[in-house]
């Protein structure tokens, strides 16, 4: 009888082993239930994609905060230039902001205040010569579309 619940034991052990690698295999990440978070294709560092871009801005995406670095307003072109197409004009630079992702649009809170929704696009393009998706998202501020690349 000792011998067979040591073997049961023994299974046991190994079936929680087995299990416990597969979930770090997988790189399984706990998330609360709150939905008021970025979704994590969005989380990390993204650059200005296009080095020659009249603006250049970098943003930091956390789990329930972004910061917005660069697009300044001494990027905007004089004479000729439009400032409605400046990426994110609107928010406060340098600093981690509430927000999250919903639906195709991203939410910031500035504030205090909840700001409309900025749609954008998030697509991935396998890069053979790296062996790896690069991802990019895409936004558009008056008319002019801005890229940024995952770093």
């Given at each position: 009888m000792k011998q067979k619940t040591a073997s049961?034991?023994?299974l046991l052990a190994l079936c929680l082993c087995?299990?416990?690698?597969?979930?770090?295999?997988?790189?399984?990440?706990?998330?609360?239930?709150?939905?008021d978070v970025f979704s994590r294709e969005l989380r990390g560092t993204w650059h200005t994609n296009d080095p020659?871009?009249?603006?250049?801005?970098?943003?930091?995406?956390?789990y329930d905060r972004?910061?917005?670095?660069?697009?300044?307003?001494?990027?905007?072109p004089v004479p000729w230039g439009n400032d409605?197409?400046?990426?994110?004009?609107n928010f406060t630079k340098g600093a981690a902001l509430k927000g999250y992702s919903e639906e195709g649009y991203i939410y910031i809170e500035d504030i205090g205040i909840l700001q409309a929704g900025i749609?954008?696009?998030?697509?991935?393009?396998?890069?053979?010569?790296?062996y790896r998706n690069v991802q990019f998202l895409s936004f558009d501020f008056g008319g002019r579309r801005e890229t940024l690349?995952?770093?």
């Open positions: 049961l034991a023994l087995f299990f416990g690698a597969l979930l770090i295999a997988c790189d399984w990440e706990y998330e609360p239930s709150d939905s020659d871009s009249i603006y250049s801005g970098t943003l930091l995406i956390d972004i910061t917005i670095m660069g697009y300044g307003e001494s990027q905007t409605a197409a400046r990426p994110f004009r749609p954008y696009t998030y697509w991935e393009n396998y890069q053979p010569q790296d690349r995952k770093e």
